[in-house]
């Protein structure tokens, strides 16, 4: 059974803190690598996508990915109060068209 | 370019009815993804359908639901008898080409609640 596994939170963070959200997936032949947003009632938004090991930089958000140890990590910087939701790991493997999802993570950011 | 599209939004049914879910992919886009989101848990894959083709259905039910994508009009995803745990948030999301998984794009969903 391939699982991805997220702290459930809620993680809180300060107003332009830098807020860290962790990932650990089981299946070693996975290959991509997805976070998504999701705000309450609304469908969930890509915000980054990730290959291969090391950072991926995009504004204020950084993905890293370390498949030995396989784990994926989002860090956002300068957190905003706009950016409080649930933040989703997605990953896929052989199959690509098919994701693997945790259960997400409930970031809120104080004003 | 409109986005994936999917109606309705909100579908209230009582216990046995048939709910009935569209899905209209983004234009161009011939291969359409199901997801299930329970209440507190992840997003599920659920079929992976193209054109009059069930490619993957190994996420789906194994009795009252199922899922069409005719060569005209949207992929309807189909739950007959509904139960109380049915009720969830069901998504779709659309792709241009074959085993495509580049971070699709979802639907804005339709929120099912059985009562």
């Known amino acids: 059974q391939k699982e991805v596994e997220q702290n459930s939170g809620p993680l809180s963070v300060p107003e332009g803190a830098i807020a860290s959200l962790n990932c650990t997936y089981s299946?070693?032949?996975?290959?991509?690598f997805f976070w998504y947003r999701q705000y309450s009632g609304k469908s969930p938004e890509l915000i980054m996508s990730?290959?291969?090991?090391g950072d991926k930089e995009d504004g204020r958000f950084t993905a890293q990915l370390n498949k030995a140890s396989q784990y994926v990590s989002l860090l956002i910087r300068d957190s905003q109060p706009s950016d409080s939701a649930t933040y989703l790991c997605?990953?896929?493997?052989?199959?690509?068209?098919?994701?693997?999802f945790g259960k997400g993570t409930l970031l809120t950011v104080n004003p | 370019n409109a986005g994936v599209m999917q109606n309705p939004r909100h579908l209230v049914r009582r216990r046995g009815q048939e709910a009935r879910l569209r899905c209209s992919p983004m234009?161009?886009?011939?291969?359409v993804y199901w997801y299930r989101q329970l209440p507190e848990e992840g997003l599920k894959f659920m079929v992976y359908?193209?054109?009059?083709?069930?490619?993957?259905e190994s996420g789906m039910p194994k009795e009252r639901f199922s899922a069409e994508f005719p060569k005209e009009g949207p992929s309807i995803l189909r739950i007959q008898q509904v139960v109380r745990g049915d009720s969830a948030a069901y998504f779709c999301?659309?792709?241009?080409?074959?085993?495509?998984?580049?971070?699709?794009?979802f639907g804005s969903g339709t929120r099912l609640t059985v009562v």
């Open positions: 990730i290959y291969s090991n």
């Open positions: 359908l193209q054109k009059e083709n069930i490619i993957d």
């Open positions: 234009k161009g886009h011939s291969h």
């Open positions: 299946d070693r032949g996975s290959q991509s």
């Open positions: 997605a990953v896929s493997g052989g199959s690509n068209y098919k994701l693997t």
């Open positions: 999301a659309s792709s241009p080409r074959d085993r495509d998984s580049y971070g699709y794009t």
